[in-house]
């Protein structure tokens, strides 16, 4: 019998992965505003009953006071952030040609460059760079800007979606707000209740600090490139630590891409103290990056790195961007799953 576990275990994995694969395709878009709502309601209770029990609301009213101070204040921190950004955007497309211009003198020096330290003429790696930059260009003339055209209808009909879903996470936030001890009670019912139970509690603990650790670690580094940039006198200083901030997230990616070429470029072009500076906040940022991971997620996963790595790609892979956190959590809700399946084995 025991030759054989083995090929269960596989077994049972592949069926917990196909399953996990199916609920995160087709079934979690369907219960995302669900599972929103009951999210809310998790972090809103404590403040909700502490309303009703010292100012004597009813707990609906308390947790839709509390809903509509949460949203509004995420609210204003998105406007202040989208307003600055889009003022950003705006004086980069106003100042294109400026920029355009400095990036062909950029190309110049380093061509000449390859030409001095290489013998390959100047002249031919500038042709070359602007022949492939000519069928970028015509292949997004050809295929983007129709494409967004055509589906401009599809777009504002996918803004009337989400102000739907919007409207649906608030009205079932109040309803399980009112009947949160009464659906417990019915679920408890249940047998599967304890098993789905004991797994969102293992989820909520090692895929909540996960996430928090990866946010708050996207959050560090953002603000650390703003304040950095901005420090370097960089026009667009929030614009650009916003785009390597969310580039940090990728394993594949990360600062260094943008960060260490940059600052190459900056010290062969004459601007030499601005490239060190540049490859300085670099070595910040992923020193920051390394202190942080163990001090808050720890060994307490108990995965390798280079398995979370792999659940990334493939998550990328099978979800496409979303794949950057649906990836991992899928991982870890296959472990868990089938952790939970052996320990009820081994205690019948």
Not at 309 to 331: E, H
Request: aromatic content about 10%.
């Amino acid at each position: 019998m025991s030759m054989h576990k083995p090929y269960k275990d596989a077994i049972k994995l592949t069926g917990i992965a196909i399953a996990v694969f199916l609920g995160m395709k087709y079934i979690l878009p369907v219960a995302i505003p669900f599972f929103i709502a009951w999210v809310l309601v998790r972090f809103l209770m404590p403040g909700a009953v502490f309303l009703e029990e010292k100012l004597h609301l009813k707990k609906v009213l308390a947790g839709g006071i509390l809903l509509v101070l949460l949203t509004g204040a995420a609210g204003i921190a998105l406007y202040l952030l989208g307003s600055t950004l889009i003022r950003q955007v705006c004086n980069l497309a106003a100042n294109f040609d400026i920029y355009m211009q400095k990036a062909e003198n950029l190309l110049k020096v380093c061509c000449s460059a390859v030409e001095k330290n290489t013998g390959i003429h100047a002249q031919a790696v500038e042709n070359f760079i602007y022949d492939n930059m000519l069928v970028v260009e015509q292949r997004l003339q050809t295929y983007a800007v129709p494409d967004v055209l055509k589906n401009s209808i599809s777009y504002l009909m996918s803004m009337l979606e989400w102000l739907g879903v919007v409207l649906i996470v608030f009205v079932s936030y109040m309803l399980i707000l009112k009947d949160y001890e009464k659906l417990g009670e019915v679920l408890k019912k249940y047998g599967i209740y304890e098993r789905t139970r004991k797994i969102n509690a293992a989820m909520m603990s090692l895929g909540g600090a996960w996430l928090r650790a990866q946010l708050l670690i996207i959050l560090t580094v953002t603000i650390i490139c703003v304040a950095g940039l901005a420090l370097l006198g960089y026009p667009y200083a929030l614009l650009l630590g916003i785009v390597i901030g969310l580039l940090d997230a990728l394993p594949f990616i990360g600062t260094g891409t943008i960060l260490v070429p940059w600052g190459v470029i900056q010290m062969f072009t004459g601007k030499f103290w601005l490239g060190v500076c540049l490859i300085v906040l670099f070595l910040i940022i992923n020193t920051l990056r390394e202190f942080l991971e163990p001090k808050l997620i720890g060994d307490r996963m108990g995965i390798y790195p280079i398995a979370m790595v792999a659940a990334v790609y493939v998550g990328i892979c099978v979800y496409g961007v979303a794949g950057v956190v649906l990836g991992p959590i899928s991982l870890m809700l296959i472990i868990e799953i089938f952790r939970e399946m052996r320990e009820e084995k081994d205690m019948k």
